[in-house]
């Protein structure tokens, strides 16, 4: 096999910023602080607090985690790029990041269809709800969304890691993403084309079907409620939810399905940094903003960390 002439990938990330990449990097490094301080505020509020301990909130943390792992291995290695106009990283270290970016993604549209379905028993089969979604349906549903978005990301990586690379070894590109990555192949990557389109459909187009359908289902069962009051509610519980995956699946389609061609390039870059970035702090956000329950258990929590002061 031919050995790789490229040891190190160059990231442009956003050339041309000059007098304002320092303002650039501390928003950035402001939204980490806070992404990571909102994913482990949820988490640890579902793991102190009782009343949280039912399978929706549980699905949350798992959210949450994502998030972290989403944005830590995604901003960190974006602050040398910003201030320095560029950043070099080996390329065992860029497939790495593409592993565990793919991994993120793929776990949260997981879990997400999970939520889905949760949701959708909980309206449309609530006499069935405690007794399908326990705490043995969360163990299973958790192990089986980590087992299979990490066996097949992992198969995906190998796969990279077997192909040459040579010629240039600049991307134009904050992170270490799939497209431009497989560009600088020299060897074929069919395979490797193979297997992230059966990717794609197991962990990215399967689980939106089967949310669209779940949705179908929903909308049906709350619009056959007599009182508006009892369909906001119904409503209510849900919301948060679809809110979250409007959100991640319209940036991860904008991106995807339009072709990263010409000026389109600086546009898929910015919505990228939506997705990758800005999400993973609009979650807790919303989780927070948008729950009763959540709130009150902040507020507890709040309370009891006061009185033992």
């Known amino acids: 096999m031919q050995e790789n002439n490229i040891t190190f990938i160059v990231l442009i990330g956003f050339p041309g910023l000059h007098h304002f990449k320092i303002v650039l990097f501390l928003f950035l490094l402001i939204i980490y602080c806070l992404t990571i301080s909102g994913n482990v505020l949820i988490i640890t509020l579902v793991l102190l607090s009782k009343s949280l301990h039912l399978p929706m909130y549980i699905f949350i943390t798992q959210v949450s985690l994502f998030d972290i792992l989403l944005t830590t291995d995604i901003l960190p290695n974006m602050f040398p790029i910003v201030l320095y106009e560029g950043n070099a990283i080996s390329l065992k270290s860029c497939i790495a990041q593409f592993f565990f970016f793919a991994n993120a993604e793929a776990l949260e549209c997981l879990i997400l269809t999970v939520m889905s379905y949760d949701r959708y028993l909980a309206i449309c089969k609530p006499l069935h709800y405690s007794v399908t979604v326990n705490d043995m349906f969360c163990v299973k549903s958790i192990t089986f969304t980590w087992l299979l978005s990490f066996f097949m990301t992992l198969t995906n990586a190998v796969a990279m890691c077997n192909l040459t690379f040579c010629g240039a070894n600049v991307i134009d590109h904050f992170f270490c993403d799939f497209t431009p990555l497989l560009n600088l192949a020299c060897s074929d990557a069919s395979i490797v084309h193979v297997q992230t389109v059966i990717i794609c459909f197991s962990v990215i187009i399967c689980p939106f079907i089967i949310i669209v359908i779940s949705y179908v289902y929903i909308v049906f069962t709350i619009s056959r409620i007599p009182s508006i009051t009892g369909r906001q509610k119904a409503f209510s519980t849900c919301s948060s939810h679809l809110t979250v995956v409007s959100i991640f699946y319209g940036a991860l389609i904008s991106v995807y399905i339009v072709p990263p061609t010409g ?47």
């Open 263 to 309: 000026q389109l390039l600086g546009v898929n870059k910015v919505l990228s940094l939506f997705y990758t970035v800005v999400t993973p702090l609009l979650n807790p956000i919303i989780y927070t903003l948008r729950n009763k329950d959540i709130k009150e258990a902040f507020k507890k929590c709040k309370h009891k960390l006061n009185a033992n002061i």
